[in-house]
């Protein structure tokens, strides 16, 4: 089994459509959207929910106003300023490092776990589909990414399935490292830009230091050709999978809420099909 | 007055429309808080005359003093630390990625044998640029506590200017740290599914901060549902970028969206004198 991961460092760049895109070619695998602070991948696949589960990881610290002496422990402990001087817990400025309570002589200190958002297993007409909800400003988005990711894989033991096809999040931080941990292979998907170039360049070193391949699809090349070859120069030791041109066709598919391959039997659609049968 | 520029997805606009009004407006300061993928530098070039090391907290231990009584380890809600014990010596591991510097297992390990050492997680740069102050949060790679980097960039919002944060994508604990504090948000929105459906998150991140908010349209066509779900929810919409190969062109060689098409710095001014109005 072969886990394959679509990251581009950049947002915007195209990671949903191409995942989409994989969804359409690859038959026998499991897929996983990992960008849980703002899932897309369900609006191509459209998925019907199985099983809903509540994602539930950590603490937060709230202080029982009827033990509590105002004594002011708490607060010189807290290195997240998260204890207002009124001893209220501030829930977003909480990281759940449970020092409050340690150093509560009076165990004013309760400790409630952590509700994060909530994770789904899914049917699509393409497959499984392993998603989630990150709550709304909450933490801990790398553990709900490595959760998915351990629920794809036992899935794609039991199904048999020959790939996990992740979509990735955006950035290079926690969500994202989460997300390149343990997979057989990243493709990063870049725009013709030069902030497209930077933040290739970012991830590229990302996958350098997990030490797994890395291969690259260019997309919008046309907007700007010269920056195109700039970036195939600049990244020569790394191989290039497809060059995509912008295409209000693309575009239209994702309004359309359907993967490109699907959308359309253009010889650009054709083209992606083979670049991805290519590398599989 | 500060001014948070935000959204749920990538590639929407965000940085775009934060430089776009810091060069529309006298005596603004522009912080880029996607310390993740900074891109701000490449559309202004600025001279850097300062950069500041952010560092974090992390535990290291006298072996000397240390008993290996595994106290700290049972403590620590991150999992940082492991200590085993054989005979009268033992170890003790110290996860640096995992820990979020609590210092709960300095204060409170019985023996005293752990101290705080400074670990580099990050890097602030300070300079202007075209008039502009100019400050920027990088993470280095294969680093995880964006929001420790953004806070310390945050550090230097100097109330007297018109400060613009470029927050970064998503809605979680990053893009709270970004947002968290400002006066103003301006969510930037392309009208397709996914930019709908991670407006729709990013403005519940608003309602959770209690931040007033209002909507740029970027890439605009004439695809009404982002003006449907603004008028729904009483959303001002402050501006509509029409999409443009010429503006996409711009943006791809790095020239900043104003200075490409210099009659929009009107049409930005106005946008903040909107937003002016919005806050009284």
Do not use: W
């Amino acid at each position: 089994m072969k886990q394959i991961l679509v990251i581009s460092g950049k947002g915007g760049t195209g990671k949903t459509f191409l995942t989409g895109c994989f969804a359409v070619v690859l038959t026998n695998k499991v897929m996983v959207d990992c960008d849980v602070d703002a899932a897309n991948l369900h609006l191509l696949l459209h998925p019907e929910i199985k099983q809903t589960y509540d994602f539930i990881s950590g603490y937060i610290a709230q202080i029982d106003k009827e033990k509590c002496t105002r004594c002011g422990e708490c607060l010189k402990s807290c290195k997240f300023s998260a204890i207002s001087l009124d001893f209220k817990v501030d829930h977003l400025s909480c990281e759940g490092c449970t020092v409050c309570y340690h150093v509560c002589p009076e165990n004013a200190v309760l400790l409630k776990d952590r509700f994060c958002g909530q994770y789904f297993i899914s049917e699509t007409k393409f497959g499984s589909l392993v998603h989630a909800k990150l709550g709304i400003a909450q933490e801990n988005s790398g553990k709900l990414v490595t959760k998915l990711k351990e629920i794809a894989k036992e899935m794609a033991e039991a199904e048999k399935a020959e790939y996990i096809i992740i979509d990735g999040p955006p950035g290079t931080g926690c969500p994202v490292m989460a997300s390149t941990t343990g997979v057989d292979l990243v493709i990063a998907v870049t725009e013709a830009t030069l902030s497209g170039l930077h933040d290739l360049k970012r991830v590229l070193e990302l996958a350098k230091q997990f030490k797994v391949p890395i291969k690259v699809v260019i997309n919008k090349y046309d907007l700007n050709p010269e920056m195109t070859l700039k970036i195939k120069n600049q990244i020569k030791e790394i191989e290039i999978i497809c060059t995509i041109p912008f295409s209000e066709e693309i575009l239209n598919s994702v309004k359309a809420g359907i993967p490109f391959i699907e959308f359309s039997k253009s010889e650009l659609a054709r083209t992606i099909k083979t670049s991805i049968e290519n590398i599989i | 007055m500060i001014i948070s520029v935000a959204s749920g997805k990538g590639g929407t606009g965000k940085t775009t429309v934060a430089i776009s009004l810091a060069l529309s407006i006298e005596n603004s300061q522009i912080i880029d808080c996607d310390v993740e993928e900074p891109n701000v530098h490449i559309f202004l070039n600025p001279e850097i005359k300062e950069e500041i090391e952010v560092k974090t907290t992390v535990p290291e231990v006298n072996k000397d003093k240390c008993n290996f009584c595994g106290y700290c380890s049972s403590i620590c809600a991150y999992n940082a630390l492991s200590v085993f014990k054989i005979d009268s010596s033992g170890d003790v591991l110290i996860f640096h990625q995992l820990c979020h510097g609590c210092e709960g297992c300095i204060l409170l390990c019985p023996e005293k044998a752990l101290k705080p050492v400074q670990r580099p997680i990050g890097l602030i740069k300070r300079g202007t640029a075209k008039g502009i102050e100019f400050i920027e949060g990088r993470l280095n790679i294969g680093e995880v506590l964006s929001p420790r980097v953004i806070e310390s960039a945050k550090k230097y919002l100097k109330p007297e200017k018109l400060s613009i944060v470029d927050a970064p994508p998503g809605t979680s604990c990053p893009a709270v740290a970004a947002i968290k504090g400002s006066d103003f948000c301006i969510l930037v929105t392309e009208p397709t599914p996914f930019g709908l459906h991670d407006l729709e998150l990013a403005y519940e991140v608003t309602k959770v901060l209690g931040i007033t908010c209002g909507v740029v349209i970027n890439k605009s066509d004439q695809d009404s549902s982002i003006e449907d779900f603004c008028e729904a929810n009483k959303i001002s919409i402050l501006m509509k970028i029409p999409f443009s190969k010429q503006i996409a062109e711009a943006y791809s060689k790095g020239i900043s969206f104003v200075e490409g098409m210099p009659e929009f710095k009107e049409r930005f001014r106005s946008l903040f004198e909107k937003i002016q109005r919005i806050i009284k």
